[in-house]
């Protein structure tokens, strides 16, 4: 996104409008001097402000990663009175301090459900009315993208059933076209590992209102490019989910919500689940409040505009017969047999895919795996703008884990927080590691080595390339350092808004110091292509040209001198003004020149054009990362307002031929030279970034 641009400073340009001569020349130069003096300030501050590099990274304090919020590891047995009380311990005050409002945990084991819990609100009455606490039988919560993982369930049916193949191009399923930028097919395989290549998109994800989405016209319509070779680049992306859901609904001639309804619900006995948007009338009254904070009046009801990633509502108990389902334990319903939900359960893409990015954590046909202490463990994590979920299971143990909270808390990582707490509590406390940690394999020269390739900055594969949304590249890059002892130093680290340290345990392989996290690296002619951080979550090298180092100082530099600009044109006016009626009568005045009065009134529309352009964009991102809908009608507004500012480069080009050919002094054609090139600056970012794109979905 967009930061506001607050490095401020002074600079004048505005002598043009004056004639020449030895008393304003004289203050032209001071004038100059300190623009100079100002633009270098503002360079030293842009740097400071810049993401660490490797510097600055490599004298940084080793990151201490805080303690987590959790019960003390030991031997526990896995029953519901050691549950309940190491929950009842944890969640209530953790709750309160994270400014969530409720939540629910369901565990089950061996066959059966251990316990559901409800903790807090459904409601707290902020906006009208009494509170009501979270019912753990009854309540229900949004899952969100957990709700993936009943779209791959439903595809996986059919794969039993042999009506799809995971390897034939979906082209055959569907009743439409895909972008596609490469001649490889896209299969279901790639769809379910996040490997099929296409960008994000934003538009219409969440939204609220009475309508329920028509799944085929979501994804028919502007749909995303595809930016990376399928099966070779982890890029996490709803369409990609929803295309396997629309192949359920056209391969089976049954809508997908029915679909589901159908073979995964019933059969499960889930009786207080639905993909409906809004929600049937037996089972509205009973959905709890979605808060920023618990402080906060509740959201409304969230339409998913593709349901099959993240619609579903469910409650806890519901959630635990899916799991165990999920599981194949005996009485549970029969979703799928146990030769599909162990291909189901197993990583889906091998090394001649992902190259040695299959060294790292490695996504199933739907599941992320989420191993930690030894234990496989696979999940999924699931967030609204209001609720904020996980599911795991443990598919050797028999053994798996939901929680759900209704509020985003008090801080933007309060829920991803407290849902470690809790799923890795659990793990650490009823499966805990039964040996130490193997010690790495690679020596210290050739992990001095490969840090060193791996050094630079990073954008994440999962963006949006072809659209305005690409300048969040230039925002939200990752530095990666390499420490003399031949550790790794990633800013912030992955998934989290801190450093974190890594060290190398096999080649072009890294584990968290004092964590498990593990990250792996593919490497082609000596540099480094990705880094995959999770199973659908990877890294990939910042072009140089979009660096923070480059398009940050250009951004801002351009900025303030144009602000600058803008600011002197009305401010000069009034001063010239004040000081005309403040000169005796009789005083003889010195009138603006004329000659190319046109051109610099053309080039300050230009400057003034960008400035808002820019402000215009700032307010756009900030909106449709908060999931709310630009109109298509503003994003062209703001196209033509930031055209206008890149035509403006001719005007300003001869305001400084102008300047120069009738040597207004230095200061006048500095300012000129300064304003043109900042017009400059403005336009390239806007061509770079995609500002000006053909296309303004998102």
Known sequence: ????????????????????????????????????????????????????????????????????????????TLERADVDAWLDGLLPNA??????????????????????????????????GEPVPVDPESTLFRPGSVSKLFTATAVMQLVESGDVDLDTDIAEYLDFDVPRRFDQPITLRHL????????????????????????????AEEPPEQVYEPGTVPAYSNYGNSLVGYIVEHVSGVPFEEYVQRNILTPAGMTSSTFEQPLPGALHDRMSQGYPTSADAPGPFEIVGTPPAGALTASAPDMARFMLAQLGEPGTGSILEPGTLDLMHDPALDEGALGNLAAGPRMTLGFFDESRNGHRILGHGGDTNYFHSHLQIYPEERTGIFVSFNSTGSSGLATLELRDAVLHGFTDRYFPEESATAPGTVDDATAQDHAAVAEGSYVSARGMQSTFLASMDAFSTTQITAREDGRLLITPGPLSDSPAL?????????????????????????????????????????????????????????????????????????????????????????????????????????????????????????????????????????????????????????????????????????????????????????????????????
Do not use: C
């Open 502 to 698: 890594y060290e190398e345990i096999e080649p072009w392989v890294w584990r968290e110091v004092g964590g498990q996290r593990v990250i792996a690296a593919r490497v082609a002619d000596g540099a480094v292509e990705a880094i995959g951080i999770e199973g659908a979550f990877t890294m990939l090298p910042a072009q140089p040209e979009r660096a923070p180092g480059v398009a940050l100082p250009v951004l801002g530099v351009s900025a303030l001198i144009l602000i600058v600009t803008a600011v002197a044109w009305p401010v000069g006016a009034i001063v010239r003004r004040v000081r005309r009626r403040s000169f005796p009568e009789g005083t003889v005045h010195l009138r603006p020149e004329r000659t190319g009065r046109g051109v610099r009134i053309l080039t300050k529309v230009a400057a003034v054009s960008t400035v808002l352009a820019l402000a215009g964009w700032t307010i756009t991102v900030l909106t449709v990362m908060s999931l709310q809908d630009v109109p298509v009608a503003s994003l062209r507004q703001l196209q033509v307002v930031q055209a206008i500012g890149v035509l403006g480069l001719v005007p300003a080009a001869l305001q400084v031929v102008s300047a120069v050919r009738n040597r207004h002094g230095w200061a006048r054609v500095l300012g000129s030279v300064l304003v043109l090139l900042a017009l400059a600056g403005a336009a390239w970012f806007a061509f770079e970034f995609r500002l000006l794109a053909p296309s303004v979905s998102y």
């Open 192 to 219: 379910l590992t996040h490997t099929a290549g296409f960008e994000e998109r934003l538009g219409g994800l969440i939204g609220s209102g009475d309508e329920s989405p028509v799944l085929r016209d979501e994804l």
């Open 95 to 128: 709750l309160e301090s994270a400014g969530i409002a409720g939540g629910v945990v369901t565990v089950v084991d061996d066959g059966k459900v251990v316990t559901t819990r409800g903790y807090g609100n459904a409601d707290t009455g902020t906006a009208g």
């Open 1 to 76: 996104m967009f930061p506001s641009h607050d490095h401020t400073t002074t600079m004048r340009s505005d002598g043009a409008t004056h004639r020449p001569g030895r008393a304003h020349g004289s203050h032209g130069r001071r004038r100059g001097a300190a623009a100079l003096a100002a633009l270098g300030i503002l360079a030293v501050s842009l740097v400071a402000a810049a993401p660490a590099s490797a510097a600055t990274a490599a004298t940084a304090v080793e990151p201490t990663p805080p303690p987590p919020i959790s019960a003390p590891a030991g031997e526990h």
